[in-house]
């Protein structure tokens, strides 16, 4: 935990280039209906709809919002959304702040806070692999019930 919890320093300025980088990235891939690079909803962010044909009918739609910046800094959320208005919720982070060490993960399925210390990759293709790993698993949960 940080020794001054007042005022946690600034993630810095977001990595348009690094964003532009994921967007690419996760374009290759079959999991996604939809990436967008800083939609007017989420300028700081990539946002990915995942192709709901992976999922099973009750999910209304399935998304990653990634957001880099310049230190390295990460937040990676993503999101299930269900036809009963609930969801379900999860979040890698690395930034400073005052609930957990630098590298931390918010659970499922409400992304509660304090989330669980972790460590994490220093290139953002490892971070993207573990996540997408970790998610590949969760989809697969759905079909191995």
Known sequence: MPEDTADPPSRGPIDTEVLDRIATHLARSDRFDDIQTQP????NAVVADYDLGF????V????LRIRWFETDDFNIHYSEQYQTG???DCRWD???NDHNTRKHFH???DTSTPGADTDYPDDWRDVLTTVLTDLDDRIEAFWDQ
């Not at 999922?55 to 009750?58: A, E, I, K, R, V």
């Not at 209304?60 to 998304?63: D, E, G, P, S, W």
């Open 86 to 88: 609930n969801s379900w």
């Open 107 to 109: 659970p499922p399925p």
């Open 40 to 43: 007017a909803y989420a300028p």
């Open 60 to 63: 209304t739609r399935a998304y």
């Open 55 to 58: 999922y099973p009918g009750g």
């Open 94 to 96: 690395r930034h400073p």
